[in-house]
Every structure is written in structure tokens, then in C-alpha cells.
């Protein structure tokens, strides 16, 4: 099988505050954890209202679509 280029778009997805009042962005705090399946955690803070969110992944991410 030979190489093939693919031309892809990158997209950024960006995780918004469940407040509906906030509309804050939600970032990583820096603090990460393992639940007990050794799956790692991101902790995340809104950037308006604090409120604290625990991810398996990290936003904002990216994608190739
Ligand atoms: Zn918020």
C-alpha cells in the first residue's frame, strides 16, 4: 500500500459554560486525577463563574475533519 495524501480541516471545539446566564469559555485548571479504571481526568474551570468541570478530554480540542 502506497502513501496517500488527504487534504483535512482542522477544527477547534471550544466547551461553553452549562450556565445558561454565563456563556463563559471552560479551560483546564492544570489539575488532572485518574478515576479507578486508570482513566485520566482534566479537571476544568469556567473562565466567568468558576464552576468546576471533569473531563476525559482536554478542550479546547482539535479535530480533522
Ligand atoms: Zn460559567
Redesign the pocket.
Known amino acids: 500500500m502506497a502513501e496517500i495524501e488527504k487534504t483535512l480541516v482542522t477544527i477547534g471545539i471550544n466547551y461553553i459554560?452549562d450556565?445558561e446566564r454565563?456563556k463563559?469559555e471552560v479551560l483546564p485548571s492544570g489539575i488532572t486525577g485518574e478515576n479507578n479504571k486508570d482513566i485520566v481526568l482534566y479537571q476544568h474551570r469556567?473562565n466567568?463563574?468558576d464552576?468546576i468541570y471533569i473531563f476525559k478530554c482536554h478542550y479546547p480540542k482539535i479535530e480533522y475533519i
Open positions: 459554560c450556565n454565563c463563559g469556567c466567568k463563574c464552576k
